[in-house]
């Protein structure tokens, strides 16, 4: 079983629509969580850190269900500018590991 | 402040060519990683280090050698280049707090 499973979608959602994104994770021994962005032909870059009592900037949403082991990303009021891929990672509580989702990718359509 | 680079950018290798991609960090970070990222894989660890003159396996490590003689540089090798080693390399360096800063990025491709 993977340690991380998403959706892959593709989701397209027009502008101004909300959207979420769910991501799994197989280890309960898990303890950091993260949402990175990734661009076509880019590098990963850090969204967001995801805590136990969920965590709102600006339009994005992540929230964290440990009794189900799962994370979410929530993007609200879409932007064209969102469109890209995103990561759902997970760090166990011991070693030095980061292990990332194969991303889900969103469209925002105009 | 740079954040994290990575040499060279793009790269076409033969079958049995070796090369040496290079990783430069100038934020301080303990903590580097080698990832490859393949259509559908999703970013596997090849190798990573926890400091100056440590480095340990990751999920993919066959192929590849590493080494972290200096605190901010971590290279990258493959001695006899395959073509199932085509791939977008990407470095990383971590802060404990904030996750992981990638690099731009190498695409490699093994004819």
């Known amino acids: 079983r993977k340690e991380v499973e998403q959706d892959p979608g593709p989701f397209n959602v027009p502008e101004g629509a909300t959207v979420a994104f769910n991501c799994t994770y197989s280890?309960?021994?898990?303890?950091?969580f993260f949402w990175y962005r990734q661009d076509c032909r880019k590098e990963p870059k850090l969204l967001m850190s995801?805590?136990?009592s969920g965590n709102e900037d600006g339009r994005f949403t992540a929230q964290l269900n440990r009794a189900s082991q799962y994370i979410s990303l929530l993007i609200r009021d879409s932007k064209l500018s969102d469109s890209a891929t995103y990561l759902c990672?997970?760090?166990?509580?011991?070693?030095?590991?980061?292990?990332f989702g194969t991303g889900t990718s969103l469209t925002v359509i105009p | 402040n740079a954040g994290v680079t990575q040499t060279p950018k793009f790269r076409v290798l033969k079958t049995g060519q070796s090369m040496t991609l290079l990783c430069a960090q100038d934020?301080?970070?303990?903590?580097m990683y080698w990832y490859r990222q393949d259509p559908g894989m999703g970013l596997r660890l090849i190798h990573y280090?926890?400091?100056?003159?440590?480095?340990a396996k990751g999920e993919v490590p066959d192929g590849y050698n590493v080494s972290r003689l200096k605190k901010q540089n971590f290279l990258l090798g493959l001695e006899s280049a395959a073509p199932s080693q085509t791939s977008v390399y990407f470095c990383a360096s971590r802060d404990e707090a904030r996750g992981e800063y990638f690099g731009p990025g190498t695409r490699l491709t093994v004819t």
């Open positions: 280090s926890v400091g100056e003159g440590t480095t």
């Open positions: 990672v997970v760090k166990r509580n011991t070693g030095y590991q980061f292990y």
């Open positions: 280890n309960s021994a898990s303890q950091s």
């Open positions: 995801v805590y136990s």
């Open positions: 934020m301080n970070h303990e903590y």
